[in-house]
């Protein structure tokens, strides 16, 4: 009898062991997208800046030297969202309308979010934060397109302390906060919406619990993006901490970067930007002026990463810590280009109080942005490394090897087949009766999972924005700034502060990977920039625009 009992276990046991690996619980996912800071902002990448949360992520899972986004809000968040390259899915320029399908401005109905992926296969899909991929047509917003619960801003930006319409431009920029398709009106100093991001998405997370099927959140911050506006405990934290100026900063950044692993030994470092002034031939009255930027600048990212922590303890609180995979990127770098050599006789738009003050509107600006950059080159915008490079975390306790850094060379058009593969969710070819749009994104899993080194996608990646135009191919990078058209080329592998143009010694490859790029240029429906007739007009999370 005694026998018989213990073959019924071993059986039963054999059964459920069966059960788990062929009906393992499906992961929980949470993507986690600042805005507008730069490469090395934080303290696993080598900043000056307190982020012990994403720190703690970063030790105990793995980082990228090498991960691309578009470069700008819009188009970034259009590819992160659906998989595809911006022009396909809508967003080829920013989120307005300049008349032709690939630059409508917001999302068309054959990209399909992963809102409305994740729906489709079973989970809960909350967002928390910012849009920016359409606003102007409620069935362009995110309950609308997969999203079950949604808190945050339709548009580009925000005051931190009220809604109050962004103070610059002929005409103020309108800020719509809303929760589940209702218009809030929270009163002016009541809250700062960094803090509320991170509340509301624990609120979700707490309700979703309830709820007997895994999640898909995604975590858009606003913070660091302009205006500087910060907590005036938080910036107590920086006091002083900027004293040494971009020139010394950037210099132990550096260092830290090779301590850490980031930047390789054999590799180069950006060139000195000619338009940012020396530290040390400032004066007095400069060096407080630029020394308080910065300081509400790291306040910024500091609270960011405190609401990060909010999350984790939730998760760990709901016991889902130990099967989610949580990804951390940057929309684009940081933002130069606002630069002045008057500074300090500048009139700010919105000046009734001290930067970073509710009654503040001010700019991180180049010279700080050249820190944010570090050891890359240029600015948000452009395509040179330090315009669309981010940093990039991936933690996933039982997955993923802790502490690990690697080459990667993934981009956001990669996180859509990444997350459904891992989710086990088939890409639907057709959805609510329209053909979608197939998938042009690699899977991370084996970089992630698997400890190889970098993405096997079998083709380049391409990118275009405001006539800006860049191709990678393994170790090449092909990249023009508008208005030129003269191709630039480099090797990444060795040269990735792109000091040394080898392009007139390798005519063959710049003919080769040009004409790869005009041929994916027609299939995507990118338009030479030259032709659409602008007027210059300002938009909050990009450049002078031409509209």
Known sequence: MKKIFITLNLLLTTVVLVQAQTNPQKPNIILIMVDDMGYSDLGNYGSEIKTPNLDKLAKEGLRLREFYNNSICAPTRAS?????????????FFDVNLGLPAYQGYLNKESLTLGEVFRSGGYSTLLSGKWHVGS????????????????????????????????????PYPVKLIKNNVELHPKDDSYYFTDEIGNNAVTFLEEQNKENKPFFLYLAFTAPHWPLQAKPIDIAKYRGKFDDGWDILREKRIQKLKENGILQADQTIGPRDPEVPEWNKLTYDEKQFWKAKMEVYAAMVDNMDQNVGKILNELKTLKKDKNTLIIFISDNGAQGGFNSYNQLNRNLVRNTGPVGTSGSFDYQEQNWAYLSNTPLQQYKNNMHEGGFSSPFIAWYPSQIKAGRIDKGTGHIIDLAPTFYELAGIEYPKEYNGVTTNPLVGSSLLPVLFNNVSQVNRGT???WERAGNRAVRDGKWKLVS??????WELYNIDTDRGETTNIAQQNPGIVNQLSAKYFEWADKTGVVEYSKFKLKTEVMPGGNPLKK
């Open 80 to 92: 992160l969202l659906t998989g595809q390259y911006q022009h396909k899915a809508g967003v080829g």
């Open 136 to 171: 102007e047509d409620q069935v362009q917003w995110p309950n609308q397109r997969g999203f079950d619960k949604f808190y945050g801003i339709l548009k580009g930006a925000s005051n931190y302390f009220d809604t109050k319409p962004l103070p610059f431009g002929k005409t």
């Open 460 to 462: 380049p990646l391409f």
């Open 481 to 486: 700034i508008y208005p030129s058209y003269e």
